[in-house]
């Protein structure tokens, strides 16, 4: 079962999904979306191209704020990001 904010943003973006990139970090939601054709990244994936434009200064420590303010996520998956993808962004 999809939370409401997921749900809407999936009914929301098949309206028109060639033009739409959904952020998504729920498991659930993810494999939802794919299964309907659905273009996703995640947050961590977000901020770090964010920071490789120049948009900010630190995606990890942006992570990390966020998860000072209750956002469930692993610092170490920043890590795990940048460790197995290729470097052209």
Do not use: F, K
């Not at 929301?12 to 659930?28: F, G, K, M, Q, V």
């Not at 979306?33 to 120049?54: F, M, N, Q």
């Amino acid at each position: 079962s999809l939370g409401a904010g997921e749900t809407g943003s999936i009914r929301l973006a098949l309206r028109a999904p060639e033009e739409t990139l959904l952020i998504l970090d729920d498991r659930l939601a993810r494999r939802y979306a794919l299964r309907r054709g659905l273009s996703i990244v995640g947050t961590v994936r977000l901020l770090d191209l964010a920071e490789h434009r120049g948009l900010v200064p630190d995606a990890g420590d942006c992570i990390a704020r966020m998860a000072a303010h209750g956002y469930r996520i692993s610092p170490n998956l920043l890590v795990q990001l940048r460790t197995n993808s290729p470097s052209s962004l």
